[in-house]
């Protein structure tokens, strides 16, 4: 399978070159005539070398509408917290007005902050009843168990295609969570998948290059055809896909 990824030294890089293609897109969305873009959003040690990267560029952020892909079942200010994440280095830096940020209300119960979640989102995109709504980006990343979002291996909620976002509970932490469904991760447009660390390199070569089983490999979902799928990996990420496939090249 061609593969659409570029690799950079490390993380830092990485993210900037994650940051300046998320800008692009941007950029020629609002060329188009749209009045605004959105964004997708995942958490985690990467993502807040991103967020650093995008709140320093020189982009009219009142245009862009900010939602994310999964949320854990903790207060917004809790430290481990997405939005939390998200706002200490993106939102407050770029000034991005409130509304037009789209959070997961992880505090509450995780089936009425799904179900909030879900309106929401019918609500910005204009969904009738039965259609998933098409982000311009989803940013994802991945663990070193390969799960994406909050779709961890073995998660009933993988086989969903249909529902816009639901409840999880994640027995390995011992936690809730809110995630976006495999059908909207599938449907976006734009798939950008910022994966850095040695810790991900087994993962990767399996999620690429192995047999089709999201079951066992969630982050298979929305990016085993590839089709408007980028990766941005740091070396140490790609060390197994350059060394076996040799179709993973620094841009």
């Known amino acids: ?38 964004i997708a959003v995942s958490g985690g040690s990467t ?13 009219d952020w009142t245009k862009a509408h900010i939602f994310w892909v999964d949320e854990r079942g903790v207060p917004p200010t809790d430290s481990q ?27 509450l119960d995780p089936h009425v902050a799904a179900k ?3 309106e929401d989102i019918v609500k910005f995109f204009g969904l009738k009843p039965g259609e998933l709504p098409r982000f311009d980006i989803v940013h994802r990343g991945m663990g070193p168990d390969a799960h994406t979002a909050s779709l961890f291996p073995g998660e009933p909620l993988i086989d969903d295609r249909t529902n816009i976002a639901g409840a999880a509970y994640v027995e390995k932490f011992k936690q809730w969570r809110i995630t976006l469904l495999p059908g909207v991760l599938m449907n976006a447009e734009r798939t950008f998948m910022l ?52 179709n993973a090249s620094a841009p």
Request: contains cysteine; charged residues 25%; aromatic residues 8%.
């Open 47 to 59: 993502p807040k070398l991103l967020f650093a990267e995008l709140a320093k560029a020189k982009f």
């Open 195 to 246: 994966v850095c660390g040695d810790d991900k390199a087994e993962p990767l070569e399996q999620v690429l290059y192995g047999p089709f089983e999201p079951k066992k490999y969630p982050c298979q979902i929305g990016v085993h055809n590839g089709h408007g799928v980028t990766w941005f990996l740091d070396k140490a990420a790609a060390r197994l896909i350059q060394q076996s496939k040799g």
């Open 81 to 107: 917290s997405n939005y939390k994440l998200t706002k200490e280095n993106l939102l407050d830096a770029a000034h991005i007005p409130a509304t037009n940020i789209h959070r997961i209300q992880g505090e």
């Open 116 to 118: 909030l979640y879900v």
């Open 1 to 38: 399978m061609s593969i659409d990824a570029q690799v950079h030294a490390d993380a830092q890089e990485t993210s900037a070159a994650c940051a300046r293609a998320i800008l692009d897109v941007f950029s020629k969305k609002l060329a188009s005539g749209r009045p605004h873009a959105n």
